[in-house]
T-cell receptor, first 111, second 116 residues
Framework: EAGVTQSPTHLIKTRGQQATLRCSPI?????VYWYQQALGLGLQFLLW???????NRGNFPPRFSGRQFPNYSSELNVNALELEDSALYLC??????????FGPGTRLTVL | AQSVTQPDIHITVSEGASLELRCNYS??????LFWYVQSPGQGLQLLLK??????LVQGIKGFEAEFKRSQSSFNLRKPSVHWSDAAEYFC??????????????FGKGTHLIIQP
């Protein structure tokens, strides 16, 4: 069974640009979660999507947004990039009331 | 609001020695608890989980954890560590709503160093 996949592996952007990160969940999983792991800030919950709807978001500004497609894959968009957005962005998936499985992450660097 | 505390930022253990990583949580209801491990530059791998029932849970790679409600703790243990266990370990708690699991709240992590 394939795990959670994320693309791209690395992404380099300049301040003010937009970044798009992608995630494909484990087959049969309907929930997708996004987390940010920034140096010194630890792992922070960003967004939760289930059945195509945004169910909850963490304490992040609206320029962090995303969507979930009918095949349950998901996209995270970060607009107006700031230097402090540089981080490892992790996607996880789950099915119902169960544990979350994580992908390898996308390393975003903002110059 | 829920929170997770991992009091040890770094722990150094000799190869073959036993290991205990501490985790304390703050949560109003019955917690759903997890331990994840992260190797450098990698995603998180689930080691074990506690949802209910037996308070001693077994995980992968020879790890186990014990849920103690009276102490609000969920400590991770391994009887004999291997050099390959060197990594960052995260304790996490989940809140569940009717539609599924909400985002995980993580501790700051414990960096495990294995001495030869």
């Amino acid at each position: 069974e394939a795990g959670v996949t994320q693309s791209p592996t690395h992404l380099i952007k300049t301040r003010g640009q937009q970044a798009t990160l992608r995630c494909s969940p484990i087959s049969g999983h309907t929930s997708v979660y996004w987390y940010q792991q920034a140096l010194g800030l630890g792992l922070q919950f960003l967004l939760w999507y289930d059945e195509g709807e945004e169910r909850n978001r963490g304490n992040f500004p609206p320029r962090f947004s995303g969507r979930q497609f009918p095949n349950y894959s998901s996209e995270l968009n970060v607009n107006a990039l700031e230097l402090e957005d540089s981080a490892l962005y992790l996607c996880a998936s789950s099915r119902g009331l169960a544990e979350q499985f994580f992908g390898p992450g996308t390393r975003l660097t903002v110059l | 609001a829920q929170s997770v505390t991992q009091p040890d930022i770094h722990i150094t253990v000799s190869e073959g020695a036993s290991l205990e990583l501490r985790c304390n949580y703050s949560y109003g209801a019955t917690p759903y608890l997890f331990w994840y491990v992260q190797s450098p530059g990698q995603g998180l791998q689930l080691l074990l989980k506690y949802f209910s029932g037996d308070t001693l849970v077994q995980g992968i790679k020879g790890f186990e954890a014990e849920f103690k409600r009276s102490q609000s703790s969920f400590n991770l243990r391994k009887p004999s560590v291997h050099w390959s266990d060197a990594a960052e370990y995260f304790c996490a708690v989940a809140q569940y709503s009717g539609g599924g699991a909400d985002g995980l709240t993580f501790g700051k992590g414990t960096h495990l160093i294995i001495q030869p």
